[in-house]
């Protein structure tokens, strides 16, 4: 099998995912506003067209017609049995919470620009700000754009960053390790989230799980800068591997970013804060869809999304179609929100990301990756003493 087929062989599988993971999501989903009626032969759901202070207008077939609110049959708690679709999760949006949500996601981007450019760094790999921001970015961007191979950011940061530098190895390890520190970054948030939250216990086992993969990250950092790991490694069967130059350059770069400390810690904080802000403006979307917020449930919010973004994170569907969805569902139906505007928080969340990776349309289109054209790109990487 040739490597396009084999590629298309693994999109088609992802798509296919995909589709099954949304058909699941939304299954149960209405669009229009429903309610149900008493009738003598017990209950029938018709279409809501219109409600006034008297009466409703509904939809039962091809036939409109007004009915008391009477009529209406209740719920177990003696509410009227009226089920929002889809159309009213989106016009009852509050704007001025979803511009608020806008502006509380923008300094994301930065603040994941300064922590690349922090990791190149520590490699030896001089980025300025600026050029960071500008590949960040862009990969961010490509991202939405190249949506079903969902690693076209990935593939554009390591190109990019590549021609800043002949360090081509150490930059795609870099960008694998930096998404690493930014998951970590958003399990130190839902974890904390998770025990600071009410006494839901699903709650309890995220926060156990959020420790357990962090304690798996800390493990692995042991494991590669430990000297006794390397003295009982077979070098000599090693040595003998095919490209074991390059596997020996991925080590090292991991290793260096490892026993680089504060480079490391304040990329840490770096990503908690990012993830925090980010989380938030998720829970900002959440009130703009007016959802159940009482008592101590906002920091229910925060791990609920976190824990979502966590699952989007997994690259199983493009920009986690489907997966966000389907944890919505599992997180805030019933208690929290109807189906319709946990689909919504779900767009929303996502359109959040996409609002600021916009400028890196301009970015990519227009080359702007690139180092200047007075330099080469060897003297424009040149690290400073």
Same mark, same amino acid.
């Given at each position: 099998?040739?490597?396009?087929?084999?590629?298309?062989?693994?999109?088609?599988?992802?798509?296919?995912?995909?589709?099954?993971?949304?058909?699941?999501?939304? *299954?149960?989903?209405?669009?229009?506003?429903?309610?149900?009626?008493?009738?003598? =032969?017990?209950?029938?759901?018709?279409?809501?067209?219109?409600?006034?202070?008297?009466? %409703?207008?509904?939809?039962?077939?091809?036939?409109?017609?007004?009915?008391?609110?009477? &009529?209406?049959?209740? !719920?177990?708690?003696?509410?009227? *049995?009226?089920?929002?679709?889809?159309?009213?999760?989106?016009?009852?949006?509050?704007?001025? @919470?979803? %511009?608020?949500?806008?502006?509380?996601?923008?300094?994301?981007?930065? %603040?994941?620009?300064?922590?690349?450019?922090?990791?190149?760094?520590?490699?030896?790999? &001089?980025?300025?700000?600026?050029?960071?921001?500008?590949?960040?970015?862009?990969?961010?961007?490509?991202?939405?754009?190249?949506?079903?191979?969902?690693?076209?950011? !990935?593939?554009?940061?390591?190109?990019?960053?590549?021609?800043?530098?002949?360090?081509?190895?150490?930059?795609?390890?870099?960008?694998?390790?930096?998404?690493?520190?930014?998951?970590?970054?958003?399990?130190?948030?839902?974890?904390?989230?998770?025990?600071?939250?009410?006494?839901?216990?699903?709650?309890?086992?995220?926060?156990?799980?959020?420790?357990?993969?962090?304690?798996?990250?800390?493990?692995? =950092?042991?494991?590669?800068?430990?000297?006794?790991?390397?003295?009982?490694?077979?070098?000599?069967?090693?040595?003998?591997?095919?490209?074991?130059?390059?596997?020996? *350059?991925?080590?090292?770069?991991?290793?260096?970013?490892?026993? @680089?400390?504060?480079?490391?810690?304040?990329?840490?904080?770096?990503?908690?804060?990012?993830?925090?802000?980010?989380?938030?403006?998720?829970?900002?979307?959440?009130?703009?869809? @007016?959802? !159940?917020?009482?008592?101590?449930?906002?920091?229910?919010?925060?791990?609920?999304?976190?824990?979502? @973004?966590?699952?989007?994170?997994?690259?199983? =569907?493009?920009?986690?179609?489907?997966?966000?969805?389907? =944890?919505?569902k599992h997180f805030f139906l019933g208690d929290y929100g109807t189906l319709p505007q946990l689909l919504c928080l779900?767009?929303?969340?996502?359109?959040?990301?996409?609002?600021?990776?916009?400028?890196?349309?301009?970015?990519?289109?227009?080359?702007?990756?690139?180092?200047?054209?007075?330099?080469?790109?060897?003297?424009?990487?040149?690290?400073?003493?």
């Amino acid at each position: 099998m040739t490597k396009r087929r084999r590629q298309y062989l693994v999109n088609s599988l992802r798509v296919l995912v995909c589709v099954i993971f949304v058909a699941v999501a939304v *299954r149960g989903l209405t669009f229009h506003d429903k309610v149900v009626l008493k009738d003598d =032969a017990g209950e029938k759901t018709v279409r809501l067209v219109s409600e006034s202070q008297d009466t %409703l207008t509904v939809l039962d077939g091809n036939e409109e017609f007004e009915v008391q609110y009477d &009529r209406l049959a209740l !719920d177990t708690e003696g509410n009227p *049995r009226i089920e929002r679709g889809l159309s009213t999760a989106f016009r009852r949006s509050s704007p001025r @919470h979803l %511009l608020l949500a806008i502006l509380l996601f923008a300094p994301v981007p930065l %603040l994941q620009s300064f922590r690349f450019q922090l990791m190149l760094r520590a490699q030896e790999i &001089r980025l300025t700000f600026w050029e960071a921001i500008k590949i960040s970015v862009g990969g961010n961007f490509l991202n939405f754009v190249f949506m079903i191979g969902s690693t076209a950011g !990935d593939v554009f940061k390591a190109y990019s960053t590549a021609l800043h530098t002949e360090r081509k190895t150490e930059a795609v390890t870099t960008i694998l390790l930096d998404r690493i520190v930014g998951l970590s970054g958003l399990l130190v948030v839902a974890g904390i989230m998770s025990f600071t939250g009410s006494d839901d216990p699903t709650l309890a086992q995220l926060g156990i799980f959020s420790l357990a993969v962090l304690g798996g990250f800390l493990v692995f =950092a042991v494991l590669m800068t430990s000297r006794r790991v390397r003295s009982i490694a077979p070098h000599g069967l090693i040595s003998r591997l095919p490209g074991i130059e390059y596997v020996k *350059r991925i080590y090292g770069a991991t290793e260096r970013i490892i026993r @680089h400390r504060p480079t490391l810690v304040i990329c840490l904080l770096l990503a908690v804060a990012l993830q925090f802000l980010a989380v938030g403006a998720g829970v900002v979307c959440a009130l703009a869809l @007016h959802m !159940d917020f009482t008592g101590a449930k906002v920091w229910d919010y925060f791990a609920y999304i976190g824990c979502g @973004h966590v699952v989007a994170a997994i690259p199983i =569907a493009p920009l986690g179609l489907g997966t966000m969805e389907l =944890a919505y569902k599992h997180f805030f139906l019933g208690d929290y929100g109807t189906l319709p505007q946990l689909l919504c928080l779900a767009l929303w969340v996502r359109l959040l990301q996409l609002v600021w990776s916009l400028p890196g349309a301009f970015f990519t289109l227009l080359g702007q990756y690139r180092p200047k054209q007075c330099e080469s790109p060897m003297e424009a990487a040149t690290p400073t003493e």
